[in-house]
């Protein structure tokens, strides 16, 4: 798998250490988001829309509303797309010093509503089953109608950087003599007790794709 290639945009001039040019790291950070912000100009004027999302390969698919301007803006236009993870405050002795841990993705690219029918259907598939795996075989399909409602954008990964800080504070040699505690605090997203509908049929019990994700992380991990 070729490595992320360097571009004018993409390439890192602050803590340019950060930088991961490794493409399995993109997938990973974009594998274990949920929520992306697309950011592009319409009518003369900067959007970034939170929006749900899925990586199929090398390409990156963003569910949206075909009432939504903002899609509409991006089609066929250049796009910025963005995952964050927040994975620890890091405190430290000075204030200049504080920081956060964090995975980031920043893909640029020119974006394509999906018309394609086929390509449509895989495309809401994959970001059911990113949010929500079994959800798809589970629960009922859409109609035409609400196909008709839905608009997909796909974004190519072939211009993209990742950047990633772990670790704790990077504390100037005299600021480690003060008596001032510094550390990280690590920050983990976690899924709670499945809720369910309250129009839901007597005797209806979660699914087991459902009901795995009590206790656990974006990463799959028991709390």
């Not at 980031?104 to 690219?109: H, R």
């Not at 059911?128 to 798809?136: I, Y």
């Not at 040699?173 to 008596?179: F, K, R």
């Not at 550390?183 to 509908?197: K, T």
Request: hydrophobic content about 40%; some cysteine; proline content about 7%.
């Amino acid at each position: 798998m070729p490595d992320l290639s360097s571009t004018p945009r993409t390439t890192l001039r602050r803590h340019s250490e950060r930088g991961v040019a490794d493409r399995e790291a993109l997938h990973a950070v974009l594998d274990a988001g949920l929520v992306c912000h697309l950011g592009v100009v319409a009518d003369g004027a900067p959007r970034v829309l939170p929006t749900a999302y899925a990586r199929a390969g090398d390409l990156l698919y963003l569910h949206g509303s075909t009432a939504n301007a903002t899609y509409r803006a991006a089609d066929g236009r250049q796009v910025c797309v963005t995952v964050t993870h927040l994975d620890g405050l890091v405190c430290a002795r000075s204030v200049f010093h504080h920081s956060i841990n964090y995975r980031s993705a920043m893909i640029f690219g020119t974006a394509r509503l999906v018309t394609d029918p086929a390509e449509r259907a895989e495309a809401l598939r994959a970001v059911t089953e990113h949010l929500t795996p079994g959800q798809w075989s589970y629960a009922r399909r859409p109609t035409r109608k609400e196909l008709a409602a839905t608009a997909v954008l796909a974004v190519p990964l072939d211009e993209a950087s990742v950047k990633i800080r772990d670790g704790g504070p990077l504390d100037d040699p005299e600021d480690c003599l003060a008596g001032v505690w510094a550390g990280v605090v690590p920050v983990r997203m976690v899924f709670g007790e499945p809720e369910p509908d309250a129009a839901l049929r007597p005797g209806t019990a979660a699914p087991w794709h459902i009901r795995r994700y009590r206790g656990r992380d974006t990463t799959g991990r028991s709390a």
